[in-house]
């Protein structure tokens, strides 16, 4: 297996081996044409995942929580190029993968390729599909309900709908049990890309999802003596009924691309006097959080989600090297937007990630007066909801 490239918790080593066992006794194999089918929808942190552990791969140094974006939705399909061979037969050429991207910026009729198969997505295919990588390429289509230039981490819902679609051709709803299936598709949705594990949840109605960490016990067949075991999965959290009203827009200030990506963002988070301090902060608040989301306290979640985007940030730009996505442009609107919600009223409240374009989550009967607060900016400024 070509596992090596990531090193991937051990019970996703097991469900890996189990898939090429099924494979070794013919209960599982994928041919030319065979398609898989997935979708997901993308989600904005409210207490955000922001710094990875060094030697764990994926593994996030916080606890984290989302809501999730039910209008922003990725859409993929994949295809197998190439055929499956018996075991120890090794094909004379494998088909590379192929990737497709479009979004809703562009008319069905001109589907073109948006974007090259990166090393990352690569050594990505081949690690998930290790039980067949070595004879197969994959095609895949993936397609954006929203413009993939909005700013919004297209990554969790693209990410999250690939696992899905994989899933899907793998016929993994038959082959594994539902909790198997779920950790699968959470494990490797996290390494694609660490958010887009809060966007796999299997379970209806997931609103509001946590990715935290599971203490798990293991014996060793040597030993009488168990060991601790430090996991992350997500849990969908309960949410008291009037969240059914809280709605999401983004205002998006710039479509240039990241001058910092994501990933190495995480990688020096620590490298900032602030991390630790932040990390410590976020495990107390995760719980308030919780609560607060139950109770349908919403100015707690308010200020929670604000001082966290702000905290965040004050990580990014203290760290070495910094980044910088709290730009003059992106304060300016937030303090209006602060002025604004005063004056007006309304239960409302933003937050950002690594880019300049601000989220905003506000209850529906206040929709009129976000889209007031847009038009009174007079800045070419686009809005997405
Ligand atoms: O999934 P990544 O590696 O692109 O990291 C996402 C980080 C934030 O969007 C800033 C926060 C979060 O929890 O989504």
Redesign the pocket.
């Given at each position: 297996m070509q596992s090596a490239l990531f090193s991937i918790p051990n019970k996703l080593k097991i469900l890996q081996e189990k898939l090429l066992a099924l494979r070794a006794n013919e209960k599982l194999f994928l041919q030319n044409g065979d398609v898989g089918l997935g979708s997901a929808p993308s989600?904005?942190?409210l207490?955000?995942?922001?710094g990875?552990s060094l030697t764990e791969y994926q593994t996030p140094d916080n606890p984290?929580l989302?809501f999730t974006l039910e209008n922003f939705r990725s859409t993929t399909k994949v295809t197998v190029l190439g055929r499956f061979f018996p075991e120890g037969h090794k094909p004379e050429f494998i088909p590379p993968h192929e990737f497709y991207l479009t979004d809703s910026s562009i008319s069905n009729n001109t589907v073109r390729p948006l974007s090259d198969v990166s090393d990352k997505l690569e050594k990505f295919l081949n690690a998930i599909l290790s039980p067949f990588a070595t004879d197969i390429g994959i095609k895949i289509e993936s397609h954006n309900n929203f413009p993939t230039a909005c700013g919004l981490?297209s990554?969790?819902s693209g990410?999250a709908a690939l696992c899905m679609a994989i899933a899907n051709l793998l016929n993994l709803e038959k082959h594994f049990s539902k909790m198997e299936l779920q950790y699968w598709l959470m494990q490797w949705a996290r390494i694609g890309?660490?958010?887009?594990i809060?966007s796999v949840c299997l379970e209806k109605n997931a609103k509001f999802v946590s990715?935290e960490f599971v203490q798990h016990k293991i014996h060793s067949h040597d030993s009488l003596q168990a060991h601790t075991h430090t996991d992350s999965i997500i849990k969908n959290i309960a949410y008291h009924s009037n969240w059914k009203k809280l709605k999401h827009c983004v205002f998006v200030l710039n479509t240039e691309k990241k001058i910092t990506?994501?990933?190495d963002?995480?990688r020096v988070a620590h490298t900032s006097p602030l991390h630790q301090i932040r990390v410590n902060q976020v495990t107390t608040q995760f719980k308030d959080l919780k609560d607060a989301i139950k109770n349908f306290d919403f100015d707690v979640v308010a200020m929670l989600t604000e001082h966290d985007a702000l905290l965040?940030h004050a990580v990014m730009q203290t760290s070495t090297p910094p980044a910088i996505y709290l730009t003059h442009e992106v304060s300016h609107v937030i303090s209006e937007f602060i002025k604004f919600r005063r004056k007006e009223k309304i239960k409302a409240f933003w937050t950002l990630?690594?880019g300049p374009n601000i989220h905003f989550l506000y209850l529906s009967q206040h929709r009129k007066k976000m889209l007031k607060f847009h038009h009174s900016l007079k800045l070419p400024i686009k809005i997405y909801e």
């Open positions: 989600n904005i942190a207490l955000k995942y922001w990875k984290s989302s981490a990554s969790a990410m890309s660490g958010s887009a809060r990715w990506s994501s990933s963002g995480h965040m990630d690594a």
